[in-house]
C-alpha cells in the first residue's frame, strides 16, 4: 500500500542520488587527472606532479615575516602536511621563532626568506630520508614521516626572483631531482627556472586552475599564521610597557578577559578580579591601555590592514 510506495520512492532517490554523486566524483576525479597531466605536459615534467608543495611569504613591513607550506596529493589537499615557519633571517635554527621579529635581512626580503624557507624545508628532507634509510618510524599512513616525502614539483607564490631564489635553496643542498615553477600574481603567468619569458596557460586550462588552487590556499595558509603572531606581538608589546606587570600577570589577565580589547575596556575594578592585580596595579594598567593605540582593523579574509569602516574584501593577492 501507501508504506511500500513510500519505501520504493525513497530507495529509488537513494540510487539515484548514489549515481549523481558518482558521476561527480568520477568527474572531479577526471578533472584532477587531466590538470596533473597538463601540468606535466606544459612544464615539461617527466611525471605527472602527483604531490605538489607550495611556498608562500607573508609579513607587513618586514615585520612578523612568516613562511607557509601546503601540500597537494592528486589534486587534493593534504593538510596534515601543510607546515609553518618562522622567518629568522640568519638566525640560528630553531623551531621556536625567537627574537625580535624584525631581525635579519629576510625579514624584509621575501627572495631571501624565500631562499630560507626552502632551504629548512629541503634539509629536513635530506636528513630525515638519511634517517628513513636507516629504520626510522613512519607516520599512521605508512609514510615517510614528516619532511621525508618528497615533492615532484615545488610552487612558488611569484615570479622569476622567487623562483630563482628556490632553486639556489635546492641546489645548496644538493636536491636536483624536484621541478621548481613560480606563478606571478595578476597575469597568472607561470615561470621556470632561467627562462626569459613565462608559460602561459590558457584560462580553461584545468592545469593553471590547480595551480591556482594550490597558490591561493599556500597564501591563506601564511596569511592566517602572521596574523596570530602579528597579534600575539602586539598584545605583548603593550602589556610589557606597564611597570610591575610581569609574565605571570599577563598570563592571567588574558585568561580572564580572553582579549588585549577586553582588558583595555575593563574598568580598573574589574581587572582587580584577576588574581595577583591590585587597586594600584589595576588603575596603573587602565591607564597605560587607555593611552596605547588600538590595533589596527584587519581584513578577516587577507590579513591587510583596513581603514575605519572600509568593507571586507575578497581574497586579494598580497605580500
Given at each position: 500500500g501507501d508504506k511500500r510506495a513510500l519505501l520504493e520512492t525513497v530507495t529509488r532517490n537513494a540510487q539515484q542520488s548514489l549515481a549523481r554523486h558518482k558521476v561527480a566524483r568520477a568527474g572531479d576525479l577526471?578533472?584532477?587527472?587531466?590538470?596533473?597531466?597538463?601540468?606535466?605536459?606544459?612544464?615539461?615534467?617527466?611525471?605527472?606532479?602527483?604531490?605538489?608543495?607550495?611556498?608562500?611569504?607573508?609579513?607587513?613591513?618586514?615585520?612578523?615575516?612568516?613562511?607557509?607550506?601546503?601540500?597537494?596529493?592528486?589534486?587534493?589537499?593534504?593538510?596534515?602536511?601543510?607546515?609553518?615557519?618562522?622567518?629568522?633571517?640568519?638566525?640560528?635554527?630553531?623551531?621556536?621563532?625567537?627574537?625580535?621579529?624584525?631581525?635579519?635581512?629576510?625579514?624584509?626580503?621575501?627572495?631571501?626568506?624565500?631562499?630560507?624557507?626552502?632551504?629548512?624545508?629541503?634539509?629536513?628532507?635530506?636528513?630525515?630520508?638519511?634517517?628513513?634509510?636507516?629504520?626510522?618510524?613512519?607516520?599512521?599512513?605508512?609514510r615517510p614521516a614528516r619532511f621525508a616525502y618528497p615533492p615532484n614539483l615545488v610552487v612558488v607564490d611569484g615570479g622569476p626572483a622567487q623562483v630563482s631564489a628556490a632553486v639556489r635553496a635546492l641546489e645548496d643542498i644538493g636536491v636536483d631531482d624536484v621541478a621548481v615553477v613560480g606563478l606571478a600574481k595578476r597575469l597568472e603567468e607561470v615561470w621556470l627556472p632561467g627562462d626569459d619569458f613565462p608559460v602561459i596557460l590558457p584560462r580553461s586550462s584545468e592545469g593553471l586552475y590547480l595551480l591556482q588552487r594550490v597558490r591561493d590556499e599556500a597564501h591563506r595558509f601564511a596569511i592566517t599564521f602572521h596574523r596570530k603572531r602579528r597579534s600575539a606581538s602586539m598584545t605583548r608589546s603593550a602589556l610589557d610597557t606597564i611597570p610591575g606587570l610581569g609574565p605571570a600577570r599577563q598570563k592571567a589577565l588574558l585568561t580572564h578577559f580572553g582579549s588585549l580589547k577586553r582588558i583595555r575596556s575593563a574598568a580598573p575594578d574589574e581587572i582587580t578580579a584577576v588574581p595577583g592585580i591590585g587597586p594600584a596595579l589595576a588603575a596603573q594598567i587602565s591607564s597605560a591601555l587607555a593611552g596605547t593605540d588600538q590595533a589596527p582593523a584587519v581584513d578577516a579574509l587577507t590579513g591587510e590592514i583596513r581603514e575605519d569602516g572600509e568593507p571586507q574584501q575578497g581574497i586579494e593577492e598580497r605580500n
Open positions: 577526471t578533472s584532477r587527472t587531466r590538470a596533473l597531466h597538463e601540468l606535466q605536459e606544459a612544464l615539461g615534467l617527466d611525471e605527472a606532479p602527483l604531490r605538489i608543495e607550495c611556498f608562500d611569504i607573508s609579513h607587513v613591513q618586514g615585520t612578523n615575516a612568516v613562511g607557509s607550506m601546503v601540500v597537494f596529493e592528486d589534486g587534493l589537499p593534504r593538510k596534515n602536511a601543510y607546515r609553518h615557519f618562522v622567518i629568522r633571517g640568519g638566525r640560528p635554527e630553531s623551531d621556536e621563532g625567537r627574537g625580535d621579529a624584525d631581525l635579519g635581512p629576510a625579514k624584509a626580503d621575501d627572495t631571501a626568506a624565500m631562499h630560507e624557507v626552502l632551504t629548512r624545508r629541503f634539509r629536513r628532507y635530506v636528513e630525515e630520508s638519511a634517517t628513513e634509510l636507516a629504520g626510522a618510524a613512519r607516520d599512521e599512513d605508512g
